[in-house]
DNA sequence: AAGCCAACGTAAAGGTTGTGTAAAGGACTG
DNA sequence: CAGTCCTTTACACAACCTTTACGTTGGCTT
């Protein structure tokens, strides 16, 4: 069960928000002060927070920072309209994302699943047991940080290595380009940004000196895929 | 019981859309101002609105769109005549349908059911533990957003793939070209409007590659329905 | 039964959008 | 300040969706 906590001073709308998630099947539980929500949130017992930033007595900022030498929780900051400075700060201080007020329930619930899909990426990601496998002609080696095509290492960048570590560990699965560039790249993906296109370009390139097979696929509007050769 | 609430300052016109409605068996309460209007429809205590634009005191897309920050209950806009504006806008406001006036209780009966009935279709999609089923030698892997015939797995589009799903969650039913075209194209069906037919030709000519059988029933005048095997 | 017409099937053309990639531009590092 | 890496720019292309056009089908009228 996928638990949900809430700092909002703003009582109506966190009951708002309460039957939203409750309907879709998410446990709630609304805080409307920062320091108790600090807390809770501390506790681990949330899979997800939802943290305006203006809060009385504490400043949500503020609960975000300390929250972070404590937690990697994830957290969604709410902002007032035009806050963008705090956006940013929001961000840069490890908020995963934020919503600008008013928002609707559609987009809230749209974002949190977002949130929560990524966490699944990277806690799938985490899983030491898969330190090496292989795929399809593939051979991922965690330990040194490094993927091999037949006996060939990879020479890749930071970068593109991430990338490929992502396709690799979910081989067969769709992964969105959107998620791709918030886990490898660390931001947004924005209209026009072209330079996720651009190493998985180069990474095609590079594995395609070793081996011509296809083994990243796109699937337009979609993601890519790495191909698992035969079931 | 289905609730309806109706949004419009002619009272006249509230009292006679009450009696019809009634008939039909359907709950009915109507309001003349926009804001009680808004309270109530927030309540989310009704199934369907029916939405006047032009209100003293606050205007219907003003409504519509604070309700929208708050709901996602389905909304019928009733627009004066030659309101073409409006319903443009309305309709990119989140309504999900517009009725001119004047308009024959007839044809309000026939949108409402049109709409409520399309919201149990987005509902049923949504039921997650149908993730993966079987229809007929087709089986939907909804995870990998994937169909199989056989062991064969289709290359679609991501529309095809909407329209193909839709069909497989509803298999046995009838789906009018209306309901797949606003859920999976994502806009009103036009007059001759063809793209939707050639999406289906497509899928019917890609399921063909594999297995010749009929999948997929044109009923003429009604949709398309997605034959069962057999009982 | 013939004829009409609206709905449908589909090939081909048209237009739009997302993607591939070379090359140039920045940013950072040692 | 040279080298490496990431990003942006620019253009080409391919995939996709829609439109057009014409043929076919099925229901309805006369």
Do not use: W
């Not at 809430?6 to 099947?25: C, H, K, R, S």
């Amino acid at each position: 069960m996928t638990s949900i906590l809430m700092i909002d001073d703003d009582v109506a709308l966190t009951q708002l928000v309460a039957e939203y998630l409750q309907l879709d099947g998410y446990q709630f539980k609304a805080v409307h002060q920062g320091p108790e929500g600090l807390e809770l949130a501390k506790s681990n017992t949330f899979q997800l927070v939802l943290l305006d930033i203006m809060l009385p007595g504490m400043d949500g900022l503020t609960v975000l920072k300390q929250l972070r030498q404590h937690s990697y929780c994830p957290v969604l900051m709410l902002t007032a309209r035009g806050d963008e400075i705090d956006k940013v700060v929001g961000l840069e201080l490890g908020a995963d994302d934020y919503l600008a007020k008013p928002f609707s329930p559609r987009e809230l619930v749209a974002r949190i699943k977002a949130i929560l899909r990524r966490v699944e990426l990277i806690q799938h990601q985490q899983q030491p047991q898969l330190s090496a496998l292989q795929v399809n002609g593939l051979r991922l080696d965690s330990a040194k940080r490094q993927v091999l095509v037949g006996e060939q290492p990879l020479i890749l960048t930071a970068t593109e290595y991430q990338i490929l570590e992502l396709l690799l560990r979910h081989a067969g699965d769709v992964v969105s380009k959107e998620d791709l560039s918030q886990l490898a790249l660390g931001k947004r993906l924005q209209l026009y940004d072209r330079s996720l296109d651009m190493h998985i370009s180069n990474i095609r390139k590079k594995i395609a000196q070793y081996d011509e097979g296809e083994k990243i696929q796109t699937l337009r509007g979609l993601g890519y895929v790495l191909l698992e050769g035969e079931q």
